[in-house]
């Protein structure tokens, strides 16, 4: 289990806090997905987790340990992988692999073995004596990935490890979540690609400019309200306005009216139009996304920030 | 593989550090056989010597200045004056090294004394004032017709000359013969017999003032044995004599005093080099590249994988610098026939592995500081530039600037005493604890604050505080 308490960082003065009293719990086997927009907070948040950099206050523990002051044990229990891994680019990745299982105790005999399985398991098969300097962003997503499953951790980190990934690698990682997921592991998935995220996600923790405006469950998102109605029809007049104002706000383009924050049933609109006299040409309508959430939150609470 | 096994893989592995391993061991070769073929001991300065004969009313004095080839020095100026009768003059060396000159004095004063003073201050510092004695004698004949030295021979310094300087009467040109043996040191004095032609070997004729004989140091001469050389007038009565070791100090040179000069001037100058560039690849790099973060999520404090590196890079440059020291061994053995003592090879490795752990240490503390890799190479640069390459010239600008001469006591002094601030000259330091000397000059190094406890407290105090300035920094800034 994570629990991210009142997590603060200041970098400079100047610049104000990249994240203010930063608060949520990833709990076991939940997936917590990570939004905002870039420069939100969310890398910050998720290295500091990682223990890689200091928080100004505030805490993070993983599994109650807290990252700083019992850092072995909370390392121990957290895999990390960034959006942009950074390794030695001279060493050989089996060589890096068996260095970093030293870390966990791992005895040096085991230690070989365990890292040629980890690297086929994240489909990195064969390339045990090259460098890392020859790794494609992908691969060194899935290096990341197979060093922080060294110590089969209880707890990961993944920062936007879908970006610059082909659909292979993308799906690779979405089946990884979920098998993560059926092995009650805690999973924090920072990504730009909300759908991904309300797909995998038993919770979205929605940050901007620092602060988590929101956090829903799935559930929450499930039930979200505010559809997007397109219709066309043979004319558009007043009358048809007046009708589809009670449904939501109303904008006309030409032949077509366009009804954001939609409440209501399609099938009944198309039925009352045509009984009215008018041709429906074509009518369609789309189930609010986490996009239009997150847009809609921010343009409500981001604000208020 | 364990962590400290991989960094020491690592600080091996590094490129820079073994490229300045390479580049020491490249360059002792290329400059250790110059050093040992042209390193001989010689008296620098002005050397000069004199004659005199009685006139009717006073003495005519000829004195003569050469360097340590015996070649004659123009323009010496002697500031002379009468020590028991009132004299003053100054008198200046001609083209030859020679000045004649008058001393006006009544025949019945006796002996009268000259005192001659080199004119110049850097020159009166090799050699002090000297009494020319003026007995009356026989007028027209001097008193001193001939004088013998042992000088370096011009062409090559490990071979010695014979000087003689020498004047027939009324300073007129010499008719003389110049003989040798070689006789036990024990027999000085006591040579089977009077010293004469026949037991001897002939050498030269000395036809002029000033003479250079070249003069081939048999193979056979043990350090046991003297050279005897003689300048007998062409009847054979003997004129002078000088029994002199000619074997010690300036042919058998000491390896150690070479090599300690090497290591001091040159090996001093690249291992912080080689230090900075190794802490660079160990730490400094993957800490300002964000490689360390990959470490670093890993269950493992900052102040355990710091302290990690700095061992291992510590035992890699230890390592190395005992290789480039045993490989300096090696060319001086194969040289000079001689290995370095034990003692010395272990002192300055010490001393040299304490260089390396402070510059470790510094670049370290350093690399927390800065937030890219330029800046961190820049500082690294500034590092060696300051506290290394051009530490000496820096301390010379600052007496220089504060009106200190350089070279006297007082600049000696603080410049020792800036030397404890400075890891560089850690080895320096310890140089002058063995040798008792600073700059070649014999002191009272206890007077400059360097005793085996400073010495001690320094060398901990350079290897501790980096590192634990690193250790403080790591855990309060990213």
């Known amino acids: ?296 939150l921010i343009k409500e609470k981001g604000d208020e920030n | 593989m364990g962590t400290l096994t991989y960094d020491l893989k690592k600080a091996i592995t590094s490129r820079g550090m073994l490229a300045v391993m390479i580049f020491m061991i490249v360059f002792s070769l290329a400059v250790i056989p110059l050093i040992s073929q042209t390193t001989v001991s010689f008296q620098p300065g002005v050397n000069y010597n004199f004659s005199s004969y009685a006139t009717a009313n006073g003495f005519n004095v000829l004195l003569i200045a050469y360097n340590s080839f015996g070649q004659p020095l123009s323009g010496i100026a002697f500031n002379l004056t009468g020590v028991n009768f009132k004299f003053g003059k100054t008198v200046t060396t001609n083209s030859s090294g020679l000045v004649e000159f008058f001393v006006p004095a009544n025949s019945t004063q006796g002996t009268l004394e000259l005192n001659a003073n080199i004119a ?156 900075i560039l190794g802490a660079y690849s160990i730490y400094g790099r993957d800490r300002v590249s964000g490689v360390l973060e990959s470490v670093l999520v890993r269950p493992v404090t900052r102040r355990s994988l710091l302290l990690s590196r700095f061992i291992a890079g510590l035992i890699a440059s230890a390592a190395a610098v005992m290789i480039t020291i045993l490989v300096v061994d090696l060319i001086f053995a194969l040289k000079l026939n001689q290995y370095l003592s034990a003692t010395f090879i272990f002192s300055s490795w010490a001393s040299l592995v304490v260089e390396v752990a402070a510059f470790i240490g510094l670049l370290f503390a350093i690399s927390q500081l800065t937030k890219s890799t330029g800046a961190l190479i820049g500082a690294g640069i500034g590092l060696f530039l300051v506290l290394d390459f051009l530490w000496s010239l820096i301390i010379f600008l600052a007496l220089s600037a504060a009106g200190t001469s350089f070279g006297s006591d007082y600049a000696l002094h603080i410049e020792t005493l800036l030397d404890f601030f400075n890891p560089s000259q850690y080895l320096a330091l310890v140089q002058i604890y063995q040798t008792h000397t600073i700059l070649n000059v014999p002191v009272n190094i206890s007077s400059y604050g360097v005793t085996l406890a400073t010495l001690l407290i320094d060398g901990l105090a350079w290897v501790l505080l980096p590192l634990l300035l690193a250790l403080w920094l790591v855990v309060r800034k990213d």
Do not use: C
Request: hydrophobic share 40%.
């Open chain 2, 120 to 275: 110049g201050s850097s020159l009166s510092q090799t050699l002090p004032n000297q009494i020319i004695i003026l007995n009356p004698g026989k007028p027209g004949i001097p008193n001193n017709l001939a004088s013998i030295q042992l000088v370096t021979d011009a062409s090559n310094s490990s071979r010695k000359d014979v000087f003689v300087f020498a004047v027939g009467p009324n300073f007129s040109k010499p008719d003389y013969s110049l003989y040798y043996t070689i006789i036990p040191a024990s027999s000085i004095g006591g040579f089977p017999g009077p010293v004469n032609e026949s037991n001897m070997k002939y050498l030269a004729d000395i036809k002029d003032i000033a003479s250079v004989v070249n003069f081939n140091v048999p193979s056979n001469v043990s350090a046991n044995e003297v050279l005897l050389a003689a300048v007998f007038q062409r009847n054979g009565t003997l004129i002078t004599s000088l029994a002199t070791n000619v074997l010690s100090p300036n042919i058998n040179i000491s390896a150690s005093q070479i090599a300690s000069s090497f290591l001091s001037g040159i090996l001093a100058v690249f291992v912080p080099l080689m230090a």
């Open chain 1, 1 to 296: 289990m994570l629990q991210v308490q009142g997590l603060t960082k200041i970098y400079s003065s100047r610049a104000g806090p990249a994240i203010q009293d930063v608060t949520f719990d990833v709990a076991d086997g939940e997936v917590v997905g990570f939004v905002g927009l870039n420069g939100a907070g969310k890398t910050t948040t998720i290295r500091i987790a990682a223990g890689v950099i200091f928080p100004t206050s505030g805490t993070v523990r993983v599994d109650g340990f807290d990252i700083i002051k019992e850092k072995v044990n909370a390392s121990r229990r957290l895999g990390w992988v960034p959006e942009l891994p950074n390794f030695e680019q001279n060493a050989k990745a089996l060589d890096l692999m068996k260095y970093y299982a030293g870390y966990y105790g791992i005895e040096s005999s085991r230690a070989e073995k365990m890292a040629i399985d980890l690297l086929k398991e994240t489909g990195l098969a064969g390339v045990e004596k090259k460098k890392l300097s020859s790794f494609s962003q992908g691969m060194k997503k899935r290096f990341s990935l197979a060093a922080s499953l060294l110590s089969d951790p209880q707890n990961f980190l993944f920062d936007e490890i879908l970006n610059g990934l082909d659909p292979e690698g993308i799906l690779f990682f979405r089946n990884l979540i979920v098998d993560l997921k059926k092995k009650k592991k805690a999973i924090l998935l920072s990504s730009h690609i909300l759908s991904e995220v309300q797909e995998l996600s038993d919770k979205v923790v929605f940050i901007h400019k620092g602060k988590v405006i929101q956090i829903s469950t799935r559930q929450e998102l499930s039930a979200l309200e505010g559809g997007f109605l397109i219709l066309k029809l043979n004319t558009v007049d007043e009358n048809v306005k007046q009708y589809l104002k009670s449904y939501g706000k109303v904008e006309v383009e030409d032949d077509r009216v366009n009804v954001t924050d939609f409440k209501g049933d399609p099938s009944l609109i198309n039925a009352e139009l045509v009984k009215m006299g008018y041709s429906v040409r074509e009518i369609s309508y789309r189930t609010p996304s986490l996009e239009d959430y997150f847009f809609r």
